[in-house]
T-cell receptor, first 107, second 114 residues
């Protein structure tokens, strides 16, 4: 199972772009990279998923280098409502949900 | 409106009592999961089911039991054998268990045992 490492916390200001990087050195060939967002006392919510290169949707972009040993979630122009915990998962459901990255957006 | 429902949102029990947490989905997903989350921590997998009438233990199954008699339902029983049952419990589902399928989570049940 691929182990992931991401920063414990990050601070940002409204309107800024936030990049959260996740390291996953032992990612397997068929593993996808998935990011979830969780607000307090709620279930995690899917943000974005990718396998290689770049994926973009209406809320975020995911950058994956060629060696796939890391990935970066990019949140453009964050707002106060983006304050949450962000989890990076590599592989299937058996991957351990670590403590994630606590993003705090300030006014 | 498709999704996952968990009930109740808050549950209080006395020590020594078994308690069952409900999880229902109308997404027609084959796979369902139960996770436990403690304050400030990530999620830990309790049980999962890939298909009706089949389920497997996750990382912390001791003191818990599940059933999967219907595709849409995956109830979790927290037994008196679970030493620290107070936690936030999350149910999830996905079309399959493969890594390219996202999980859909319910709103969670906060269980407090005193």
């Amino acid at each position: 199972l691929a182990k992931t490492t991401q920063p414990i916390s990050m601070d940002s200001y409204e309107g800024q772009e936030v990049n959260i990087t996740c390291s996953h050195n032992n990612i397997a060939t068929n593993d996808y990279i998935t990011w979830y967002q969780q607000f307090p006392s709620q279930g995690p919510r899917f943000i974005i998923q990718g396998y290689k290169t770049k994926v973009t949707n209406e809320v975020a972009s995911l950058f994956i280098p060629a060696d796939r040993k890391s990935s970066t979630l990019s949140l453009p122009r964050v707002s106060l409502s983006d304050t949450a915990v962000y989890y990076c998962l590599v592989g299937d459901f058996k991957t351990i949900f670590g403590a994630g990255t606590r993003l705090f957006v300030k006014a | 409106d498709g999704g996952i429902t968990q009930s109740p949102k808050y549950l209080f029990r006395k020590e020594g009592q078994n308690v069952t947490l409900s999880c229902e989905q109308n997404l027609n997903h084959d796979a369902m999961y139960w996770y436990r989350q403690d304050p400030g921590q990530g999620l830990r997998l309790i049980y999962y089911s890939q298909i009706v009438n089949d389920f497997q233990k996750g990382d912390i199954a001791e003191g818990y039991s599940v059933s999967r008699e219907k595709k849409e339902s995956f109830p979790l029983t927290v037994t008196s054998a679970q030493k620290n049952p107070t936690a936030f419990y999350l149910c999830a589902s996905s079309p399959r268990t493969l890594s390219n399928y996202e999980q859909y989570f319910g709103p969670g049940t906060r269980l407090t045992v005193t």
